[in-house]
């Protein structure tokens, strides 16, 4: 199973940084000494997809991202990880398919986004296998990200690319897929006067071509940590769930 991580974003929103975005320090974590150290929020992501047992994961990273390399090789499962470049800023989707050369022929494939922390931790597996599926969150402003729009079973039927005023309040935060369908999107991406920015507005063309999506409704949290609004409320979160005793923290459920 391979997890892609597009870490090569510029941060305009965050801007001026003196590290990469995906190295915001958001909450804490404990070494394999026992040693509490600040914990990148890139991390979330990667501790997720190894959670729902991805054996390699690949960050796609722009040349200025010096960073990441040496912090991720102290990790702990540092053997997991490779790295390819995108040589300039040219959209997530360009992003995610530089990947491509590192996936295996029948493999899943986990994505997310670095500078996102969402709950629950098992999120990657409560999305089917041999399916390109999303994992969905509700969210108070839904018009800041991709709305997802599904039918009564499940079925995506568009995705709402940051409308002014999106059909519902569900987005996605994560998505999964069998190797064929990367693939199969890959190959619609790459025809004359494609090269989508978006994921959403793929998926879109690939839904019209007879393609099918799945929108899985088992996202409880979700924070955007490129703006400082979502850094705050991640950072809030996190030391609330630190203070709730544990029993309250598995009784918790999703927002609605």
Request: charged share 25%; with cysteine.
């Given at each position: 199973?391979?997890?892609?991580?597009?870490?090569?974003?510029?941060?305009?929103?965050?801007?001026?940084?003196?590290?990469?975005?995906?190295?915001?320090?958001?909450?804490?974590?404990?070494?394999?000494?026992?040693?509490?150290?600040?914990?990148?929020?890139?991390?979330?992501?990667?501790?997720?997809?190894?959670?729902?047992?991805?054996?390699?994961?690949?960050?796609?990273?722009?040349?200025?991202?010096?960073?990441?390399?040496?912090?991720?090789?102290?990790?702990?499962?540092?053997?997991?990880?490779?790295?390819?470049?995108?040589?300039?800023?040219?959209?997530?989707?360009?992003?995610?398919?530089?990947?491509?050369?590192?996936?295996?022929?029948?493999?899943?494939?986990?994505?997310?986004?670095?500078?996102?922390?969402?709950?629950?931790?098992?999120?990657?597996?409560?999305?089917?296998?041999?399916?390109?599926?999303?994992?969905?969150?509700?969210?108070?402003?839904?018009?800041?990200?991709?709305?997802?729009?599904?039918?009564?079973?499940?079925?995506?039927?568009?995705?709402?690319?940051?409308?002014?005023?999106?059909?519902?309040?569900?987005?996605?935060?994560?998505?999964?897929?069998?190797?064929?369908?990367?693939?199969?999107?890959?190959?619609?991406?790459?025809?004359?006067?494609?090269?989508?920015?978006?994921?959403?507005?793929?998926?879109?063309?690939?839904?019209?071509?007879?393609?099918?999506?799945?929108?899985?409704?088992?996202?409880?949290?979700?924070?955007?940590?490129?703006?400082?609004?979502?850094?705050?409320?991640?950072?809030?979160a996190l030391r609330d769930d630190i203070r709730r005793p544990p029993a309250a923290r598995l009784a918790s459920g999703p927002r609605r």
């Amino acid at each position: 199973m391979l997890g892609i991580v597009p870490a090569a974003g510029a941060a305009s929103r965050l801007q001026p940084l003196a590290f990469s975005k995906e190295m915001l320090p958001v909450g804490s974590t404990f070494d394999e000494q026992g040693v509490e150290r600040p914990k990148a929020v890139s991390e979330f992501l990667v501790e997720r997809m190894i959670h729902a047992g991805a054996d390699r994961i690949c960050f796609v990273l722009s040349p200025d991202k010096t960073d990441i390399i040496p912090y991720y090789a102290r990790h702990r499962a540092a053997r997991r990880f490779c790295y390819v470049v995108q040589e300039r800023p040219s959209g997530l989707c360009d992003a995610l398919f530089r990947a491509i050369q590192v996936m295996r022929d029948e493999e899943e494939v986990l994505i997310g986004l670095p500078d996102t922390v969402w709950f629950p931790l098992e999120g990657f597996c409560v999305l089917p296998r041999g399916e390109l599926s999303f994992l969905l969150f509700p969210v108070e402003e839904p018009q800041r990200f991709d709305a997802v729009l599904t039918s009564d079973d499940g079925a995506v039927a568009e995705i709402q690319v940051k409308a002014e005023r999106p059909g519902t309040r569900w987005v996605w935060g994560a998505f999964r897929m069998p190797a064929p369908i990367f693939r199969t999107l890959h190959a619609l991406w790459s025809e004359p006067e494609r090269g989508d920015e978006y994921v959403g507005t793929l998926v879109n063309a690939y839904l019209r071509r007879g393609g099918r999506a799945l929108g899985v409704r088992a996202g409880e949290r979700y924070y955007d940590v490129g703006t400082l609004d979502g850094y705050r409320a991640a950072i809030d979160a996190l030391r609330d769930d630190i203070r709730r005793p544990p029993a309250a923290r598995l009784a918790s459920g999703p927002r609605r």
